[in-house]
């Protein structure tokens, strides 16, 4: 839970007025957060009538001037926020807040973690152009956190103080997702809420939207898009009014358009409206020297999440984490961290701890047969390692030598090749 007293207020009073409430009710308090004239506390979840009953005590406590539930705390909001892909979370403890809170805690440039010259110039180009108002399309491979250079740019800009909001082109029906960006009327369809509804567009204005995998967009959405992004106007579904709007586009996408608009499965009017700014977020593989950065970063995260005393990796483990290929970028490199700690009983990280999801996948059988049968084959192989063997070889009994084979035996398959020895001069 959360609090949010008046300023000038003794803090240790407060935390012990605070955990009477807590303890009376036999509920423990999981870890604690403070900011100025703001407490943040984690607690063991109870249940939905008990959990209003306490928010209302704690309400009453002297000089409280609020109490307000989020999901969660400020420390686990910031660590979400640097996975490669940012996904709906759940935890097992209920999170109480006490603070005045847009529901957005801002994701910067100085979260990003890196030593490597590319992603030096990477950042360096992203900060140079979020204090602009062009649209961006975010190039890159999944999972090297497309989403986080998308929140810091907006962080960065002069639309901070208003909304970020965020949708994935892939995960939302195509039937839903025009509803969802555009809104609609009341009426516009069987279900519609009375007085209709806003759209993400609306949400979004004098913000930011961001259009993760925007290449999984159909084609009439993409139409649809295409008239905002050039008026900056749009019309509800089921409405004949025109809204207008100031939102900054972001756009990301691991795919590659150019080659989707070949097919004609991507606008290409659209493209150019969207790749104004195009910024391309490198591969893991191609930074290596980020590698020893993020892992301990990510140690120090599950260690404390799983409640395990590793603090770091040996040698081996680290030369096995640095060359390795990574075709899942830093998500997979989290990933695999936190299987490490998952499968550490001690303080430190071996070689046998990091597993690559290829390790726990089984070898793929051939996809064809073969066309001959198998005594064939080998009799092939067979005949070509003794037609070139004996090249190098004076008599049969040098050549058994050299194949590991009694002189009887090369005889025999000599004979069945028709193979001959030629005495050198």
């Keep these: 839970m959360c609090i949010r007293d008046s300023p000038n207020v003794d803090r240790v009073g407060l935390v012990l007025d605070v955990s009477r409430v807590l303890s009376s009710r036999n509920i423990n308090i999981i870890s604690m957060e403070v900011e100025p004239n703001t407490m943040y506390l984690e607690v063991e979840s109870p249940g939905s009538a008990e959990k209003s009953s306490i928010i209302a005590e704690l309400r009453a406590i002297r000089q409280v001037v609020d109490v ?28 109480t807040c006490v603070t005045p809170d847009n529901g957005q805690l801002a994701f910067t440039f100085n979260e990003i973690l890196y030593v490597s010259t590319v992603m030096n110039r990477v950042v360096t180009m992203a900060k140079t152009i ?10 890159g491979e999944t999972g090297t956190g497309k989403e986080l250079f998308a929140r810091a740019i907006h962080a960065q800009s002069a639309r901070a ?13 195509d039937t839903l997702l025009e509803s969802e960006l555009f809104g609609y009327e009341q009426g516009a369809f069987t279900g519609a809420a009375k007085g209709g509804k806003s759209g993400l567009f609306e949400i979004a204005n004098q913000g930011t ?36 709007v100031n939102v900054r586009v972001l756009a990301a996408t691991n795919r590659n358009l150019e080659d989707m608009i070949a097919a004609g499965r991507f606008r290409e009017d659209l493209y150019y409206r969207l790749n104004v700014i195009p910024l ?12 020893p950065l993020l892992a301990q970063w990510f140690i120090r995260r599950f260690a404390l999440r799983l409640r395990k005393p590793v ?24 990933n695999v961290i936190e299987r490490a700690i998952n499968l ?29 049968p198998l005594d064939e084959i080998v009799a092939e192989v067979e005949k070509d390692v003794l037609t070139k063997a004996i090249c190098h070889c004076r008599s049969s009994r040098q050549l058994g030598a050299a194949l590991g084979l009694s002189h009887t035996a090369v005889i025999k398959k000599l004979k069945k090749y028709g193979l001959t020895i030629r005495s050198k001069p």
């Design 161 to 173: 103080a208003a909304s970020f909001v965020p949708i994935n082109c892939a995960a939302i029906p």
């Design 280 to 291: 391309f977020i490198p591969p893991l593989r191609s930074r290596p020297e980020d590698i």
């Design 344 to 372: 550490a009983d001690g303080a430190t990280i071996t070689a046998d701890h990091i597993v690559f999801d290829h390790d726990y996948m089984p070898q793929p059988l051939p996809k064809t047969l073969p066309s001959r």
């Design 68 to 95: 307000v539930e989020i999901p969660l705390m400020p420390h686990e909001v910031r660590n979400e926020e640097l996975k490669a892909v940012l996904a709906s979370v759940t935890t097992s403890a209920a999170t």
């Design 209 to 244: 939207i961001f259009f993760d995998e925007i290449a999984e967009l159909s084609f009439p959405l993409q139409a649809k898009l295409l008239r905002v992004l050039q008026d900056g106007k749009l019309r509800r579904v089921g409405g004949s009014r025109e809204i207008a």
């Design 130 to 139: 979020a204090s602009g108002d062009s649209t961006v399309l975010i190039r």
């Design 311 to 334: 603090i770091a990796l040996n040698e081996i483990a680290l030369y096995k984490l640095v060359h390795y290929s990574w075709p899942g970028n830093v998500r997979e490199l989290e």
